[in-house]
């Protein structure tokens, strides 16, 4: 009954910590994709609207798992598994904090340098497609806390409100590291070292890029497709061979 | 037969359409554009000023106008096309050229052939990061054929200097681990080891995170992922490159200079003694903790600092060859037998010291390994051997004493001698005067030193005075024991501090026969073994005495104390060995137990009976001893041994006032 109890609370200690750590963790990664797109030929307002969203998804997220977090590893009296476990937690959070905020100040200093009225200074980075379905997995997430205030912000405000959210994640990374004290190189990690393949590998891409990689230097078109279309000639030419072959023997 | 003419139609037919899709994909091969510029077969200068990042994203911004910029063409890949791939002849093409002059005024080089300087240019940006190469990615060149190369997005741009994360390239090696398994190349895979062993405990986020990036970027089309993966494998060729990569460019990318030094910083960390860190942590604390009252920035320095009151005083009271030491200063000698060497002032106290102990020598030898240490190389070979013929050589006239294997080790490295050749007997000689020095220091005295102040002189004239002592001292070996004994004799205006302060009528007495011999001072030779029994029973009298009345005649137990101890270490220093090859020595001769006691101070591992001996030292008041002090009856060994021993546990904690404190008041400023 009593372990019973005990794994029940701990459940409810663990399990929201958790979710938010994992939501926060895949909202940074869907950020720093949308990241990378900023100042190249993709680069919109749509763009950057995404990213403000994500942005502020990802902050959100993290305001409410920093509370959780801090909250339980200031209590006392948490038994020494739990604590162990909510310390592992806490490292990948504060690292994913770390990210989102590199890439926050990233995006803040190519939005200074890549205006989005002067379009013809994108770089051509040979991306097509927008963000938008990158955007919309981050922001799919389930929020805990609060609505989504649909704002469609103009850059100037959108910067200055970028600013004000930097410097709040600086503080709030700040203010964890101040009132926990988590010993990071004390915390074992679970996970193996070499993340499994996922199911549905991605046969396709693999193969785009490993018929890169399979020539080097060499000559620039795909080696196989002139293999291919030899392959073809030669049994057109062994075909038309035997026909004329047929041809004269029965003429 | 209809049938079969057709069918030999269709293949002729079939024959014609795969050669015609033959001849297109050669031609695709060469670059058959209008603009072809012949390209120089050599190597390009490389154009040496380090450019700097703004300029070079200047250059690429215009290089993106849709009218005048780079020209680009599809990339085909099997399943699909890729925009925006460039070849080498669109970068240098014709509309290149106008950027090209801006880069020239950029870079301010005013000659060169537009293809070298394009080439150089072009070579920079795909070494820094800007352009990456799509095939061949490995390797950062341009080349002169129809390669095709793409513009990295700005995130991934060098201008920031962004910080390159490790944990972004473990989530990078991850990623690509998680799309196939074993792709990672032999040097990634070290590297992917080496980070999860050092940022082990965040491991579970970098394998998260690194499937969360997977499914983010499969969000997107396919084209796209072959781009995005592209960028950022161009991204960690440019930052993590595998080691001893020969890249054509030498320009000046930190990349290369990187993991280059990264290279050596590892192997020479490996070779590095390790210590835990709370132990070096726990010395640095205690060095400061020491040190902390001594640095006049840190705490008030007395009269005033210098460097914020314009007030000289403090840097004239504490140079170097100065009469008087201060207070602090002296008490800094006490931190360490290096304080005291490297201090010109207390080395030179030190060396008078082991003057009266007949043991200059090893002061002096010490030196000289210095001076062959830090000195020219060209004196080397001079100075090893005068140091040789006055220290080593049997029957050198300033022989030192040190054990058979050193002086074997240094003298086969004599005869090739270098810097470093002295090392060994210097260390042991520093570790001898070291052990010398342990029970010989203490709180020494500092009197009323601010109060005697002399003019300053000018640095020359001190400079003068110094190399005329040095002449003198190197002058003065073998040393002289006249004029050893002017220092010995007190001088009267120098009351608060002097050397030796024995003054002759003092140790006229019997019991200390030692002194005897001469009126003045003890003559090495004559006290050498054989009258030592005696001498040091009339010693330990001494001694005792000393111990059961510590303060009221503690100068002249210090006399005596300090007397005896003179004869130990001049025995010591003499033999030259270890506090244990002492105990062998002496106990056959019946002294064990006096050997013991002696020596016991000397032994590192019991420092509590080593502050008795402090107050007996060189650094002493010279004050009228009482001559009832003096006469003592002469007790057995054995009930002083005894009596020794119980009252060193009182008397050692009793010992720490010092004589002169309790003095000072009879002292007059002198």
């Known amino acids: 009954m009593d372990v019973a109890a005990s794994s029940e609370e701990s459940w409810k200690t663990m399990f929201p910590s958790a979710v938010l750590s994992l939501c926060h963790m895949q909202v940074v990664a869907c950020y720093r994709n949308l990241a990378s797109c900023v100042g190249g030929c993709t680069d919109s307002l749509q763009l950057r609207d995404d990213l403000r969203q994500t942005r502020e998804k990802a902050q959100k997220l993290a305001v409410s798992t920093c509370q959780h977090l801090t909250s339980h590893l200031r209590d006392k009296s948490l038994p020494q598994e739990q604590r162990r476990e909510l310390e592992l937690l806490w490292v990948a959070f504060s690292s994913s904090l770390e990210l989102l905020h590199v890439d926050m100040c990233k995006v803040f200093s190519m939005g200074d340098i890549f205006c989005l009225a002067n379009t013809t200074a994108l770089v051509q980075t040979g991306l097509q497609g927008g963000g938008s379905e990158v955007a919309a997995r981050a922001l799919s997430l389930p929020d805990l806390n609060q609505a989504q205030t649909p704002a469609d912000g103009l850059e100037n405000q959108e910067r200055s409100a970028m600013e004000k959210e930097i410097s709040q994640i600086d503080h709030m990374i700040d203010d964890m590291e101040m009132k926990v004290n988590v010993l990071r190189w004390m915390v074992e990690p679970h996970g193996p070292q070499y993340a499994e393949p996922l199911s549905s590998t991605d046969s396709a891409s693999l193969a785009l890029l490993t018929v890169d990689e399979e020539q080097p230097g060499h000559q620039p078109l795909c080696q196989r497709s002139r293999i291919f279309v030899f392959l073809l000639l030669f049994a057109v030419v062994l075909v038309a061979a035997t026909l004329s072959v047929c041809v004269v023997f029965f003429s | 037969m209809t049938v079969i003419f057709v069918l030999v139609l269709f293949s002729y037919s079939q ?249 050596t910083t590892y192997t020479g960390c490996r070779l590095l003694p ?147 050749v002295l090392d060994a007997a210097q260390t042991h000689i520093y570790m001898l005067m070291k052990k010398v020095s342990k029970h010989t220091r203490s709180d020494a005295q500092l009197e009323q030193n601010a109060r005697n102040r002399r003019p300053s002189l000018s640095p020359i004239i001190l400079r003068q005075q110094e190399l005329e002592q040095r002449a003198k001292m190197a002058a003065s070996a073998p040393v002289d024991i006249t004029q050893l004994c002017r220092f010995t004799t007190p001088v009267s205006h120098l009351a608060v501090y002097s050397g030796f302060t024995d003054s002759p009528s003092a140790n006229a007495s019997p019991s200390l026969p030692f002194v005897a011999p001469t009126p003045v001072c003890p003559s090495p030779i004559s006290v050498a073994l054989d009258s030592n029994s005696a001498s040091e029973r009339r010693a330990e009298a001494g001694e005792g005495e000393a111990e059961r009345n510590p303060e009221a005649r503690a100068p002249a137990g210090g006399n005596v104390l300090k007397s005896r101890m003179a004869l130990s270490l001049r025995r010591l220093l003499k033999r030259g060995c270890s506090p244990s090859t002492m105990f062998a020595s002496l106990s056959p001769k019946g002294q064990a137990a006096a050997g013991t006691s002696r020596i016991q101070p000397l032994c590192p591992d019991q420092p509590s009976q080593a502050p008795p001996r402090r107050t007996g030292n060189f650094f002493q008041i010279k004050v009228d001893i009482p001559p009832e002090c003096r006469i003592y009856p002469i007790e057995s060994e054995d009930e002083e041994e005894e009596n020794r021993a119980s009252s060193r546990g009182g008397v050692g904690a009793k010992e720490i006032i010092c004589p002169w404190e309790s003095l000072t008041p009879q002292n007059g400023t002198g």
């Open chain 2, 15 to 263: 024959i014609a359409f795969c050669a015609a899709l033959i001849f297109q994909s050669v031609s695709k091969a060469t670059c058959w554009h209008g603009d072809l510029c012949p390209l120089p077969a050599h190597h390009t200068q490389l154009i040496s000023p380090y450019v700097p990042y703004m300029q070079a994203e200047k250059v690429l911004l215009e290089m993106q106008d849709p009218k005048k910029g780079v020209k680009s063409q599809p990339q085909r890949l099997v399943i699909t096309t890729i925009p925006h791939a460039i070849t080498v002849c669109a970068l240098y093409s014709n509309s290149f050229f106008p950027m090209l002059s801006l880069a020239r005024q950029l870079l301010n080089s005013c000659s060169g052939f537009l293809s070298s300087e394009a080439r150089s240019f072009g070579s920079m940006l795909v070494a820094l990061g800007y352009i990456y190469p799509l095939q061949d990615h490995k390797r950062l060149v341009i080349k002169p054929d129809a390669s095709l190369y793409r513009f990295q997005t700005p995130y991934f741009w060098p201008t920031q200097q962004w910080p390159v994360e490790d944990t972004d390239y473990a989530i990078y090696l991850a990623k690509r681990n998680i799309r196939k398994k074993g792709i990672l190349e032999l040097h990634e895979q070290e590297q992917y080891n080496r980070l999860h062993k050092w940022m082990n405990h965040k491991w579970d986020f970098i394998v998260m995170q690194a499937k969360e990036q997977y499914r983010a970027a499969k969000e997107r089309k396919k084209p796209d992922r072959v781009v995005f993966d592209c960028q950022e494998r161009a991204y960690w060729v440019v930052h993590r490159p595998p080691v001893r990569t020969h890249t054509h460019t030498h320009t000046h990318t930190h990349t290369h200079t990187d993991s280059y030094q990264t290279c």
């Open chain 2, 274 to 420: 390790r210590v835990k860190s709370s132990v070096s942590i726990g010395a640095l604390v205690k060095y400061c903790a020491t040190y902390n009252s001594h640095d006049p920035f840190l705490s008030k320095c007395l009269p005033s600092n210098p460097w914020l009151t314009d007030d000289v005083t403090y840097w004239t009271l504490n140079m170097p060859n100065v009469e008087i030491p201060t207070k602090m200063r002296v008490e800094r000698w006490t931190f360490s037998f290096g304080e005291l060497l490297s201090d010109p002032r207390g080395r030179d106290d030190f060396r008078l010291f082991l003057k009266k102990e007949f043991s200059g020598e090893n002061l002096a030898f010490w030196e000289g390994c210095e001076d062959l240490k830090w000195g020219t190389a060209v004196t080397m070979r001079e100075k090893a051997e005068q140091i040789y013929k006055t220290f080593l050589a049997r029957g050198a006239p300033r022989w030192i004493n040190i054990d058979g294997k050193t002086m074997e080790i240094t003298v086969s490295g004599l005869r090739h001698p270098h810097r470093y």
